[in-house]
């Protein structure tokens, strides 16, 4: 969102926590990155709270985190126990280690680290037996009346209940779900044909595939089969083809235009294409050059797999 989002208290920047990972954290250490000058919020880093509180590893897993913190430019930073319980009547809780590994690690780098628990009861700090943090914590209630929160929804920020939440997609009615097999089976026995009749029918076939990816983007998933059969059939069938991944990974990369029509297009090899799709490939899958692909895309590629009686999202099949 390009709204500044100014953070004023703690409840504010643990009502922000969850957007930022996307799903609700459990059994976890969350570490927020703030930034000089004004403490601008960066990185935010989740790891399991028992690893962090391992005796063995413990240690050795704070300092790699310290060190993704300072590698973000963070001059402070905040962590946040997720935790069944107030952990503060018991000195040797998860918490009190995972912090203690941390502050330790953070020493000279980062300087005192805050510590606050979110449980099943309230939120509190993890050093504080005052009556401002009373037993089981405040309510989180609290959490959900912040300003953060309600401008973050407004904005469409979703959170998942828990992390495995995150990669469920919810699957399409069965009916819909046979549309699109039918649409499929229909299409794959299109593309035998177009390769046993030669280049050019394989051709058109392959651009007929990313026509249909284009109009999978225009129309939208969420909505009922369109009429005459959804087009999530054909892309499925045309994804089998390494050519027409190949365009459907290039269209996700702002500014290719019209290039995987192009490139499926070519009859015989095409050195600029060939170089052109290498480049746009790369800004995918090359961490020194890689791009995000538009939210469209992305949420596409997810969506796609609510249609599909066989596949996972876009991309999942080996070339």
Do not use: K, N
Not at 102 to 114: F, I, K, N, Q, S
């Amino acid at each position: 969102m390009d709204t500044t989002l100014r953070l004023s208290e703690p409840r504010e920047l643990l009502a922000l926590i969850p957007h930022q990972l996307g799903f609700q954290p459990e059994r976890s250490v969350v570490a927020v990155s703030l930034r000089p000058p004004a403490g601008e919020v960066g990185l935010v880093v989740r790891v399991d709270l028992a690893g962090l509180a391992d005796p063995a590893d413990g240690p050795r897993l704070a300092r790699g985190l310290v060190t993704h913190l300072d590698r973000d430019g963070a001059r402070r930073t905040v962590l946040v126990v997720y935790s069944e319980h107030d952990p503060r009547t018991d000195p040797g809780h998860e918490a009190h280690v995972a912090a203690a590994a941390v502050r330790e690690a953070a020493a000279g780098v980062l300087g005192e680290v805050p510590c606050w628990v979110v449980s099943s009861t309230g939120y509190l700090s993890l050093d504080c037996d005052e009556p401002c943090c009373p037993p089981g914590g405040r309510p989180l209630t609290d959490l959900q009346a912040t300003q953060v929160g309600a401008r973050m929804v407004l904005a469409g920020s979703v959170v998942a209940p828990s992390r495995q939440d995150v990669g469920r997609i919810r699957p399409a009615p069965a009916e819909a779900r046979r549309a699109v097999a039918r649409v499929r089976r229909r299409w794959e026995a299109r593309g035998e044909q177009a390769r046993a009749c030669g280049p050019q029918a394989c051709a058109d076939w392959r651009a007929e595939s990313v026509a249909a990816w284009r109009r999978a983007l225009a129309q939208g998933l969420d909505g009922p089969v369109p009429a005459g059969g959804s087009p999530v059939g054909r892309v499925e069938a045309g994804l089998v083809d390494r050519r027409v991944r190949d365009a459907i990974l290039v269209s996700c990369v702002p500014g290719t235009g019209d290039l995987p029509e192009r490139a499926v297009r070519a009859e015989e090899p095409d050195d600029s294409a060939d170089a052109a799709v290498g480049a746009a490939v790369a800004a995918i899958v090359d961490p020194a050059v890689a791009l995000a692909p538009p939210r469209t895309c992305a949420g596409t590629s997810t969506c796609l797999s609510r249609w599909s009686p066989t596949a996972g999202p876009v991309g999942r099949r080996p070339r």
